[in-house]
Structures are given as C-alpha cells and as structure tokens.
C-alpha cells in the first residue's frame, strides 16, 4: 500500500474540463491535494464541484465526458479504463456523498455494504467480511455494531446512515477521502458530530482529504486551502484563513457573508 | 441466501399458501404422466354423469369419463403453458427492459416506442396472427402470451431498472470499486427483482386463464388434449342439467391463479426488506368494521 513511485505526489489536477451534450460544466480547473493536505472546494450549486469529483473517481453520468489532467501519484486517470478505475475507488480514494437517505442500497444490510469494498479489493470471506464490517462499524462509532450490521438502512436515522457511508468510504483505507458535502443532509447538531467523526479518522489514518461545502463556516473547521469555484472556473485559490479575511471575489464575499449569517445576525452593515 | 428468502417466504401466510398450491400442482402433473385413478380418454357410456362418490370420486362427465383423472392430466397442460409463458415473457421482458434502460439513448428511446406500440396488442389478437400461420396448438398459447405480457413486464421494468441506475446507492457501489458488472448483478438486479416478480407471477397466473379462454375458443389445446379450459367448456354446456360437474375446473383454474399470484406476492414481500418489515408492523390484528 506504501511505497509508491513518487508517494509525495498525491492528487493533481490540472486544466480539468468537463461537458455535458457540448456544455462546459467546468472549465479548466485546476488544484493539487497532496498526501496528507486537507482541501476544500467551495462554490455555489451548480458551480461543478461534485461533477469535479465524480471526474477524479470516472464517475461522470452519462453523456458527460472529462477532459484536461488527473494525476494520482503521477498517474494519468483520464483515459483509464474502467476496469483499472474501479481497482482505484474505494481502495486509494474514497468518497462519501451528500445525501445518506439515498446512498445506501435499501435491500441489503449495512454489514453487507460496508463489507463489500474490502471483498472486492482484498477478496476475504463472508465470515471474515461480517467480523471487519463489525470493526469498520465500531470504528465511525454506530451504537451496538454487533447487531446493527444486520440492519437495514430504513431502520438507521440520517447521522448512523452517514457514519454507514463514511465507513464505506473508509473501509479500505484509502489515501484521499474525497467528501461531497457530507453533513449538508443532517441536522445541526449531527452535523457537528460527523464532521468530527470525520476530521479524527482523516487524522487517525493520515489521509488527504478533499472536501466539499458551500459553506465557509464548515470549511474554516477542515481544510487548511480552499478554491472557490464559479460556473465551472476557478475564481480564487487561497488559504481558509485568507479567504475568510481578505476574500478577493465577488463570490467568495458572498458566500462569507451567508457563513458569518448563520452565526450570527449582523446590523444592517451601511 | 437461497435457503434466507424461501424461509421468508414460508414466514408470510400468502406466500406458504402459494408455494404448497403450486408445489402441490407441480406434483400432481408429474404423477398424472405415471397414474391417474382411471384412463381419463376412456369414456364408459353407463357411467355417464355420476355424483361424486367412490371410485368416481369428483363424479363423471357426459361420456362417463373421470373427472377427478380428466383434471390431474389437464394439470400438465397447465403447468406447461404457465411455465413456457413465464420462460417466454422473462425473456422478452427483461431483454426489452434491459436494452430500454441500459444502453445508449437513442437505443433506450427506439425501445420505449416499440413497447408502447407492442403493449396495444391484446393476447388474443398475437394469439390470432400465430395461429393463423401455424394453426391452435399450446404453442400458440406459450408464444402469446409470453409476448404479450413480456412486452408488459418490460414497460414496468424499465423504468425501475432506469430509476436504480441512477440512484445514488450505485454510483456509491461504483465508488467503492465495483467494475459495472458486480454493480449490475449486487446492487441493480436485486433492486428491480421484487417488481419483476409480481408481474412475472402475475403473467403465469394470465397464462392460466388464457389456456382456458384460448383453448375454448379453439386457438390452444386440440379436444384430445387434456386442459383444463376444454373440460370447462365440455362441462358448460350442461351447466343447466349438471351444475356440480362444472365446478371442478372452475375451482381447479381459480386456485391455480389464486396460488400464484399470492406467491408472487409473497416473494416480493420475501426480496423486499423495506416492506417486509413496515408489514411486521402492520401485521398486528385489524379491527374489521
């Protein structure tokens, strides 16, 4: 798992385009998460962050076709094939999606599917898959995971089903979790419950993380970089700290002023 | 996981009931081929229309032929018509649905069309166009229906295929490292199974009926075939004179459809946990007003 050729390299990105039917739905955007950074991408919906991520994992719908660079540890992934994609996802990067209620298959038990990355990438038994499945569910904390890898996910609520989806993504130990607005579903208070969930076991694995928000309140608890994107561009790449006191862009200024607006309500400012 | 969703399916009182009736029916087919209680071609004018009784033991017909044997040989014409009708419209179904949801639009788009265009057909006109070039045979009968409700199995098929292929639970498959044929057969299939089950099931059921209407109209079974839809039509006609003889087939035909159509639904109940366990719920006894 170790040892790669140029281990240091992690994820570039660079010039990367991506069309739906002709559209330009991103437009030449470009960043880098090294092993061990933490990024985040923020921008407006509809600004192309998810589909910059589904690009990175081969992910696109159909009819969108990337184009540009993506190199993982020096590796091209644009142009791979599938089959060699699919040994990537999940093994090396991870992703965990935005909305729990739906990202989890609604006929098979939560054992089973946090189980089923380790199957595929280290082929192991049943047996052993139910026992690693415990573990990976005692690991993002789920209450009683003897049993509740029986469980289905209609009987999870919204916070167990994304601590199901984090354990997923992280079942394999990859080195670059990529998290598409993960808490953006759930509650407040839950909210703040997997973010640190998520931030201890980056921490505790040592992974890069790429994560994604509209929100700069969030962002300004996880990521030391961001890039905030526009229509598909990139209009500012700064650090967190830099963006939230001398924000450069139209948009970054706006979403600050959303962030700052769900903490506290200010005076009319003049 | 074979063993799982047979005992589920044994737990729901709909899906035991099915299962035993259609078992049961498989079984008396078999044994018909072997042993009926008398020759069910050999009529015996003096015995004409007796009771039910002993040996007759559901009475006789008006050649004094045996019922009870007439409708255990007809079970095998029913049994094979339901199961070549459901071989058939599988096929057709899953391949019109497949190819209308997974392959590249304007493919996807020609299909939707052509199953639109298909499904206006009633089973009696397909079954009116085969024969009218191979002549009434349950041949006829297999390929008409299965056709006709393999169209119908695919225009409710594919949009669920369509509706899983996009959910979010398959790209998170696909995003922990499935190649698209393990997303296809874990995650696509199994979703879609529940909904193909009871149409399937359900055409099965159709196939039954239709062998009776089919072949009473003279477009299935030839007279010297044992079915159940000729014995019913035998029997009619003295429905005035001989009511009791009628109801032989008449049950044998409603049981038959009724059995498979709990069992469709009780294996929907079984490959579907969401709703077995909303059922658990409500299985607590009702106040029938």
Known sequence: MTAHIDAADGLRVRDLIVEIDGRRVVDGVSFEVPHGSRLGLIGESGSGKSLTALAILGLLPDGATASGSIRWNGVELVGLPDRTLAALRGDEIGIVFQEPRTALNPIRTVGRQIAEAIRIHEGIGRREARRRAVEEAARVRLPDPENIVDRYPHQLSGGQRQRVAIAIALACRPRLLIADEPTTALDVTIQAEILSLLLSLVEEEGMSLMFITHDLAVLSQVAADGVVLEHGHVVEAAPVATLLSTPSSEITRGLLRDATATLWRPEEDA | ?289
Do not use: C, K
């Not at chain 2, 639109?116 to 009116?128: Q, Y």
């Not at chain 2, 996009?166 to 529940?194: I, W």
């Not at chain 2, 055409?203 to 009776?212: D, G, I, P, Y």
């Open chain 2, 1 to 289: 996981m074979t063993p799982r969703w047979l005992a589920r399916l044994w737990h729901t009182p709909t899906g035991r009931f099915g299962l035993i009736v259609a078992v049961v029916i498989a079984l008396v087919a078999v044994i018909s081929v072997f042993w009926t209680p008398f020759d069910p071609q050999a009529s015996t004018i003096r015995e004409r229309w007796l009771p039910p009784g002993w040996p007759h033991v559901l009475g006789t017909d008006d050649t004094g032929r045996d019922i009870l044997s007439l409708i255990m040989a007809g079970s095998r014409t029913t049994v094979f018509v339901s199961v070549g009708a459901g071989i058939v419209a599988t096929v057709v179904g899953v391949a019109l649905a497949a190819l209308g949801a997974l392959t590249a639009r304007w493919v996807r788009e020609t299909i939707a069309v052509l199953v639109d265009i298909l499904i206006a057909f009633p089973v009696l006109l397909i079954a009116m166009m085969i024969s009218s070039v191979w002549g009434g045979s349950l041949w006829v009968v297999i390929w008409s229906v299965g056709i006709g409700f393999g169209v119908n199995i695919a225009r409710v098929t594919r949009p669920e295929l369509r509706r899983v292929q996009q959910s979010d639970f398959l790209l998170a498959a696909r995003a922990s490292g499935l190649t698209t044929a393990q997303s296809l057969t874990r995650h696509l299939l199994p979703n879609v199974a529940p909904v193909f089950i009871v149409q399937l099931s359900w055409s099965m059921a159709v196939a039954v009926l239709a062998e009776a209407g089919l072949s009473y109209l003279g477009f299935g079974a030839s007279v010297v075939e044992p079915s159940w839809g000729i014995l019913l039509a035998d029997l009619q006609r003295y429905i005035g004179v001989h009511p009791l003889s009628v109801i032989w087939p008449g049950l044998a035909i409603t049981i038959t459809v009724l059995a498979l159509n709990l069992l469709g639904d009780g294996l929907r109940e079984a490959t579907d946990p969401t709703l077995r366990h909303r059922s658990a719920e409500v299985h607590t006894p009702a106040v029938v007003a």
